[in-house]
């Protein structure tokens, strides 16, 4: 017989193991529900099935594997074995050793199996229905939250609320933050919770741990009410929480500063960033904001993006005008705030010139001007820093730390607008201060084409400073060695010599020997006795651990040759090589 799936066979198999000789095949059956089978077999076989049933005939029922149903039935005065396949509901598979050969129809033996099965498995599913039933009833009747709220009264619940919270403060507290919204239509209900939740001396001491949580829970209720995707709520919520944070997190010491700061962020955000604010609330965030940034301590890390929302409205006249008569109306030397939202207007307003000229007014107080343009690049104007940026730098009056600091950020600006004259410019300055390979690279890319007219410009620049060590590794990574040897040869520097020689190395041997007798010889004209000597040992040492030994003892001869007075020199010259391969220096015979 061919069976429909691989458990139909396991059937099959495992009955003819069985009981071979009786049991003579299995069938699959399609469509025949477990709960009415009855009806789709014959009268007489139903009512044989029948007869076993009240006979007590079903002995042993088992499932032997999921969904595999074993039963003995006995009949007469012997048993038989009927196997059944049943899906949840579904009669698969069965066979009976009763069959004679070719049977194809279900006998009453496992007809009666398969209504035992069925009282069985109806059995077990009221019993977990009882146990569901139990198990909810002990849920209904369990002390929890959620059963106390169904089943209290609404007056015992407020009443219940009203004592809690006279005393608990924290729950109270809990309390307003959660329902300030159901109070008023404007930002005084959170700012009352925010006021009620901070010490009232929290401007000039740290918190302590308890009163952090009480801050921290009030702020994470209010905003996350402002995250609630409800418009009119975030404005207020984030208004009242700028106004009470920005100023404490502005004078607040670490880690107490960066709570704040994490909070006015999200604030911030809220009242720059959204497309939900109507005219009204955008003009309302712009005089919020403009006081804070103005008139109280406001923390660096806001300004930036805080800037960037003030000056962009600056493109409307009224709006401009607004911001200029605060900066008229200001008494000099401008505050660092007006002097920020002025520029950041001018910025906005495509005028870097204008920018210029009001940031040199204040070179006098350079470090100021020099974290002007930092938070003005921070907000995203880089173009309109260039000019005063460099006018600055050109004055030659910051300290070097803040030198770098500004000429890092005028690079910056450089690359980011694209502007090539002027991040050729600073690039050429950085190079002639530090003199490293990352800022040559920098200034041949961004020469392009120009870059012949560029070198010669920057080495007639260096020579000019006596920078010959910076001309030198312009020369080498050029690989103009010609170039390079003559500028070495002029100066005779063998510190300098000692970075580049390698690249002299076999074909111009002679011309470093020739720079190391000269300056050496210089320095022994110069200096005398023993620790003259070590220090020409030293250099040929270097000599010598490069490879370079019969070099080395070339121009320890030279020297030798040179200085026939200084008897100590064979010796100590010698020590420059290994033991083993230490060349015979002779002095010369006096004359």
């Not at 198999?13 to 000789?21: D, K, P, T």
């Not at 049991?23 to 059956?29: E, I, L, N, P, Y």
């Not at 099935?49 to 006995?74: C, D, G, P, S």
């Not at 404490?248 to 720059?272: D, G, V």
Request: charged share 25%.
């Amino acid at each position: 017989m061919r069976l429909k799936n691989h458990r139909q066979a396991y059937i099959c198999h495992l009955v003819a193991q069985r009981s071979a000789a009786a049991f003579k095949g299995c069938v699959t059956v399609r469509k025949l529900q477990l709960k009415d089978f009855e009806r789709h077999i014959s009268a007489a076989t139903w009512h044989a099935a029948e007869v076993l049933l009240r006979a007590q005939a079903v002995k042993r029922l088992e499932e032997i594997e999921r969904h595999f149903w074993v039963a003995t039935v006995a009949e007469d005065a012997r048993q038989v074995e009927a196997e059944v396949i049943i899906t949840p509901g579904k009669i698969k598979a069965f066979a009976c050793e009763c069959w004679p050969e070719g049977r194809r129809l279900m006998c009453p033996h496992i007809a009666a199996a398969l209504v035992k099965i069925r009282q069985y498995l109806q059995r077990k599913a009221q019993e977990r229905q009882a146990q569901a039933l139990a198990a909810e009833e002990a849920r209904s009747r369990r002390l929890n939250v959620d059963n106390i709220l169904a089943n209290a009264e609404a007056c015992e619940l407020a009443d219940f609320v009203r004592h809690y919270a006279e005393r608990d403060a924290t729950f109270a507290l809990a309390l307003k933050a959660h329902f300030a919204s159901k109070i008023a239509d404007n930002s005084e209900q959170y700012a009352s919770v925010l006021k009620t939740a901070l010490p009232k001396n929290a401007q000039t001491r740290a918190l302590k741990p308890a009163e952090m949580r009480r801050v921290r829970l009030a702020l994470d209720t209010l905003m996350a009410q402002a995250d609630a995707d409800h418009p009119l709520a975030a404005f207020r919520i984030s208004a009242a929480v700028l106004e009470q944070l920005a100023p404490l997190a502005a004078l607040a010491e670490m880690p107490q500063r960066s709570e704040w700061l994490r909070y006015c962020h999200q604030a911030l955000k809220h009242l720059t960033q959204g497309e939900y604010l109507a005219p009204e609330q955008r003009e309302q965030a712009q005089h919020l904001l403009l006081e804070l940034f103005t008139q109280k301590p406001f923390p660096r890390e806001l300004m930036p993006d805080t800037l960037k929302f003030l000056a962009r409205a600056a493109r409307d006249e009224n709006h401009y005008r607004y911001i200029r008569q605060h900066f008229d109306q200001a008494a000099y030397p401008i505050p660092t705030p007006i002097l920020l939202l002025f520029g950041a207007a001018l910025a906005e307003r495509q005028q870097p010139t204008a920018l210029q000229r009001i940031l040199e007014a204040h070179f006098g107080e350079t470090a100021r001007v020099a974290d002007i343009l930092e938070t003005l690049a921070q907000a995203g104007y880089q173009e309109a820093i260039l000019p005063a940026g460099i006018a600055l730098l050109k004055e030659e009056k910051l300290p070097l730390r803040q030198q770098i600091n500004l000429e890092s950020q005028l690079i910056a600006a450089a690359e980011a607008v694209g502007d090539n004259n002027q991040l050729t410019y600073l690039l050429r300055r950085r190079f002639c201060r530090q003199n490293d390979a990352h800022t040559l690279a920098n200034l041949r890319k961004a020469s392009g084409r120009h870059w012949p007219a560029e070198r010669e410009r920057l080495l007639a620049e260096l020579r000019a400073h006596n920078a010959q060590d910076k001309a030198a590794m312009l020369l080498a990574d050029e690989g103009d060695l010609n170039a390079l040897a003559d500028l070495l040869r002029e100066n005779a520097d063998l510190n300098t010599l000692q970075l580049y020689e390698d690249l002299f190395f076999p074909q111009y041997t002679d011309f470093v020997r020739d720079i190391y007798v000269k300056a050496l010889s210089q320095y022994l004209c110069e200096h005398f006795g023993i620790q003259s000597a070590d220090y020409t040992r030293d250099y040929l040492i270097a000599l010598v651990q490069k490879g370079q030994s019969t070099l080395a003892a070339q121009i320890a001869q030279t020297l030798i040759d040179g200085f026939p007075e200084r008897a100590y020199l064979p010796e100590k010259l010698s020590e420059a090589f290994p033991k083993n391969q230490r060349p015979t220096f002779i002095l010369p015979t006096p004359a």
